[in-house]
């Protein structure tokens, strides 16, 4: 059993993960809702593992729609449920015994519904997902990764009391060196017909530090606010990431999240952590494998970070949508940086589908999702609003005010980002606190050619008020196929994927003004390749084949020398193994 945090959450609040089997049909011609299948679900159905991307399963792998999944709750008492889904791809309706409790659009964020009063019993769940892509959806209908579909993320059902903690929130600032002042608000929901006092107790790694006693109404919402000066605190960060745990307990209800105290800030046109220049050496990350999708097993993860520390990275850019709560108390306990963005590729789509106005809704919506769910990371950074999009447009313009407008309201202790593709005509330099550039000169375009591309950057930033602003180059690189090498760097040959990113790495970090590089990509990804259409055609075996590892996470001769150069050894070779 995958666990969803690396701490417990809760130690009064029972919970239970709703894994295993659960009753599954593909609804090709789109007629469940039509036919009821949420009170009549289809007898001649399948069976589907939770959580779990159904193209990973035998005769399942290239279909895109609707599909429905059931399974059944034994209530043992009558009692308050919350039902919470951490991530369902697409399109997700939800029904409890026939009765539909609502809809979520996304697919790597949470959503919950609250349950007064179920009675006990056995209950049927239904859940309708569908991970069509179309012109307005996030990600676009032509996205260069793979279309999944299915519920990717643990389900669970918590039993609450009376009075429950329906939200924490802890934010801060920084008074000196070991000193900060802490807000804390929780926000309490009474599910009681009658008025009812409660004691709150907060706690800072055990340590009680705040008690009172609170009156909520009859079915009721009430926020409490504490707000503290805490002192001799220890910093977050890379060579040290202190972590504090903070639990709050309402009368029978508890929760707990981990926080960090820095500071992040730019000038020069560099990143300051904590008062010192901040260098990044990083990879960009699919949380994706091909036995697994996007439903990604906790194990594979500790895998990955000790990989990519090995490598000499101290930054990963999460590609390109909220990533496993579970990886970022990784990246938080190993005091790693985190790029976070939402899956907003867009490459391939016009400027005039950017301003659709249900596509800015949901780019709006997920951004505000998932800013909630990860506030607490130390290791986030950046949230990116964007990737890739037609940044050369009046609409494209338009959706980054309201973008970064959004951010700032919802959390000011980070650095809003993108990434642009049009370095040399971007139109949204002056906007944003750090400048990404996404360009592959010596795999698209042919000979490496960074310095012109640079050179006209630099430039166009003085004249769009982003002089001052931090550069990442945020990808860049060249396929290799696994196995594929020689006497000469040819292309799709590992050689000329090493050759190329170490020719690029050496160029960037002999540029002043860039203040770090992800490389484009830690692993080779299944790419969306389909025979009768003709986009991704240069995707050999139907993956992206420019991570510094293959699916299977083998490495290849990029990785040596990418090791090579972000440790700065002189064999990269020398694995460092110890032998114990």
């Known amino acids: ?52 991307c159904w193209n990973n399963e035998l005769d399942k792998f290239d279909y895109e729609g609707v599909a429905w999944y059931r399974t059944r709750i034994t209530i043992e008492d009558s009692s308050h449920l919350r039902l919470l889904f951490h991530a369902v791809l697409g399109h997700a309706d939800v029904y409890l015994d026939g009765v539909h409790l609502g809809y979520h659009y996304g697919g790597f964020t ?3 519904f609250t349950l007064p009063d179920v009675t006990a019993g056995v209950h049927e769940l239904v859940v309708r997902t569908d991970n069509t892509l179309t012109r307005n959806t996030i990600p676009y209908h032509i996205v260069d990764w793979f279309h999944y579909g299915g519920i990717i993320r643990p389900v669970e059902i918590q039993i609450l009391p009376d009075i429950s903690i329906e939200d924490m929130r802890i934010t801060y600032d920084m008074t000196g060196d070991s000193s900060a002042t802490v807000q804390v608000t929780l926000q309490l929901r009474s599910m009681s017909d009658t008025e009812l006092d409660v004691p709150v107790s907060l706690y800072r790694n055990e340590e009680l530090v705040h008690v009172e006693n609170v009156h909520l109404p009859a079915m009721g919402i009430r926020d409490v606010n504490v707000e503290q000066v805490w002192s001799g605190l220890q910093r977050w960060n890379p060579d040290d990431p202190a972590l504090y745990m903070v639990r709050a307990v309402v009368g029978q209800d508890d929760k707990s999240d981990r926080i960090g105290f820095r500071t992040v800030e730019t000038r020069n046109k560099k990143i300051w952590l904590n008062g010192k220049e901040l260098y990044l050496q990083g990879v960009n990350r699919h949380e994706e494998h091909p036995e697994w999708g996007f439903a990604f097993p906790n194990k594979l993860m500790t895998k990955e970070l000790d990989i990519i520390q090995q490598m000499g990275c101290n930054t990963v850019r999460g590609s390109h949508y909220p990533q496993s709560e579970y990886w970022l108390d990784l990246l938080d306990e190993r005091g790693f940086i985190f790029w976070s963005e939402i899956p907003i590729w867009g490459a391939a789509f016009p400027a ?33 609003v964007h990737n890739e999009i037609d940044t050369r447009s009046k609409q494209a313009y338009d959706l980054s005010i309201q973008m970064t407008e959004l951010v700032r309201a919802k959390d000011q202790s980070r650095l809003v980002s993108y990434a642009t593709m049009h370095p040399m005509t971007d139109i949204c330099l002056g906007l944003f606190d750090v400048i990404g550039i996404n360009y592959y000169d010596g795999w698209y375009f042919g000979h490496v050619k960074f310095e012109e591309m640079l050179d006209v950057f630099h430039q166009r930033c003085k004249e769009y008020g982003a002089e001052d602003t931090p550069v990442l180059m945020t990808e860049f690189g060249g396929a290799g196929v696994f196995g594929d090498s020689g006497w000469e760097p040819r292309l799709f040959s590992e050689d000329y994927q090493a050759d190329l990113l170490s020719r690029s790495l050496r160029l960037f970090r002999s540029d002043s003004k860039i203040s770090g590089t992800y490389v484009w990509q830690f692993a080779d990804t299944r790419a969306q390749l389909q025979s009768h259409q003709p986009h991704f055609r240069d995707r050999a075996r139907s993956f992206n084949n420019k991570g510094l590892l293959n699916e299977y996470r083998k490495p290849k001769l990029a990785y040596r020398v990418v090791k090579g150069i972000y440790t700065d050894i002189s064999n990269p070779y020398d694995w460092g193994f110890v032998l114990k």
Do not use: C
């Not at 894994?19 to 036919?35: C, H, T």
């Not at 949901?362 to 130390?378: F, G, K, N, S, W």
């Open 1 to 52: 059993m995958d666990v969803i945090r690396t701490f417990q959450q809760h130690r009064l609040r029972k919970s239970q993960l709703l894994e295993g089997l659960w009753d599954f049909v593909f609804d090709k011609d789109d007629i469940g809702l039509s036919e009821g299948w949420y009170t009549n679900f289809p007898a001649n159905h399948d069976r589907m593992p939770v959580p779990a």
């Open 110 to 112: 949470p959503f919950d």
């Open 352 to 384: 005039e589908d950017t301003g659709d106005l249900l596509f800015v809704e949901r780019a709006l919506t997920m951004m505000d999702e998932m800013i909630e769910r990860d506030l607490h990371h130390p290791s986030i950074l950046f949230w990116s």
